[in-house]
């Protein structure tokens, strides 16, 4: 078993209350057990905190492999018009299977991003966990306040179905499809009404062009619907900088294309981020530049997108990918998907590790005898079987999947 922080504790167990969180965690012989317990064992496997999955869309869920476009402004193009084919029982359907496929992935906690409101349906009537960011879309400074009264009314019914495990939050989308008195008024909705927010930035060199020079895709979409350009920003990052979003409720999603000055306005604001490499590479973004977060000590955590834009929910998979990226050691990896996600989603007094008091979130990754008898080999084991190798999943104490004959 590995708590997330210290050491693995070989032969482990844990002790659960029946509110779903943690009593005991230590070597078998030290966790009591009364025989009215409930007993589960693993063999061969390594027990871990829940897999924080920090940026996917799972109303999404149903586009797999249906939107095959290369060209980025194409593909974001192709997503809309699916999008509109769709209608509040499609969605809600497309994210319940959407949850069921992060839970057999590992993943306990989810951060997601929509226009439907899906996902905070799907989590709530299944039993998830997670952060539901409600998107605003409106590229025109003349829609801002009939959108933000939109999403205003959107949190409201949305917060009837939250919970300690669903959290509502706002989603101003991207440059290219918010206005920046848009963004303002997110900004100072989320700030008034402390609420989480999430932002896609500095993703696409196409972004980039849009945001510095007015030029680009995106640029002559707004100009051929008669849509006013906004005054070039030195970056994305920047651009958030001047309409307010930036301080420690912003969970910065992808944050490909960064400078020095971005790195320090990041770092300054206190800002979380959320990085996908594998939907990157598979939209030929670019790298993020992962260790010089690391090394900037910012809040960082993984996400596997949406799979329109990958072909499965496998947080481990961008684990692996990040750890080619940076050179860091496989228990740095899995440290970005369960003490790193839960922190950059500010819930990591609650999960992100094995720690009595915490909820029970974990995932069981069978590596076979071999691995466990090897020193420090585990953690590579845990990202070479990856998401093929879990057997159970746990939210609060309840398992949500388990394998047939996994004892």
Request: proline share 5%; aromatic share 4%.
């Amino acid at each position: 078993m590995w708590p997330g922080k210290g050491p693995v504790i070989r032969h482990g167990a844990l002790l659960i209350s029946p509110a779903g969180r943690l009593e005991a965690v230590g070597p078998e012989q030290q966790v009591p057990r009364s025989p009215a317990t409930e007993h589960a064992a693993f063999p061969d496997s390594v027990v871990l905190p829940g897999l924080v999955n920090t940026h996917t869309h799972l109303e999404l869920t149903d586009l797999r492999g249906r939107v095959t476009e290369t060209d980025f402004f194409a593909w974001i193009q192709h997503v809309r018009r699916e999008k509109d084919s769709m209608n509040e029982e499609t969605f809600v359907a497309a994210a319940c299977r959407g949850l069921e496929e992060a839970w057999r992935h590992g993943i306990t906690c989810v951060a997601d991003t929509g226009t439907s409101g899906a996902s905070a349906v799907a989590l709530s009537r299944l039993g998830g966990r997670g952060v539901v960011y409600q998107e605003a879309i409106a590229p025109r400074v003349e829609q801002a306040s009939a959108t933000i009264e939109r999403l205003r009314a959107d949190v409201e019914r949305l917060r009837a179905l939250a919970s300690s495990d669903v959290i509502i939050g706002v989603s101003p989308h991207a440059p290219y499809t918010v206005s920046r008195e848009l963004y303002r008024l997110v900004a100072a909705y989320a700030r008034t009404e402390d609420l989480p927010v999430a932002a896609h930035i500095a993703e696409s060199p196409a972004e980039v062009e849009f945001v510095r020079f007015g030029r680009g895709p995106f640029a002559e979409s707004w100009r051929a619907r008669g849509i006013t350009l906004g005054a070039p920003a030195s970056s994305p990052v920047a651009l958030l900088e001047d309409v307010g979003l930036l301080d420690t409720r912003l969970l910065a999603i992808h944050a490909v294309h960064t400078d020095g000055a971005d790195l320090e306005r990041l770092r300054r604001a206190g800002v979380a981020l959320a990085c996908c490499p594998r939907s990157n590479a598979r939209h030929g973004h670019g790298e993020p530049p992962l260790a010089r977060y690391l090394e900037a000590g910012l809040r960082l955590g993984l996400g596997t997108d949406s799979v329109a834009s990958v072909a499965d929910l496998n947080l481990l998979a961008e684990a692996g990918l990040a750890r080619r990226l940076t050179g860091i050691a496989p228990e740095a990896a899995l440290d970005l998907l369960t003490r790193g996600g839960a922190a950059a989603l500010g819930l990591d007094n609650e999960i992100g590790t094995l720690t009595p008091g915490k909820a029970a979130d974990m995932c069981v990754v069978r590596v076979g005898p071999a691995a466990l008898d090897s020193n420090g080999a585990w953690a590579e084991a845990v990202l070479a079987v990856g998401a093929a190798g879990v057997v159970a999943t746990y939210v609060a104490g309840r398992c949500v999947y388990r394998v047939e004959h996994s004892t």
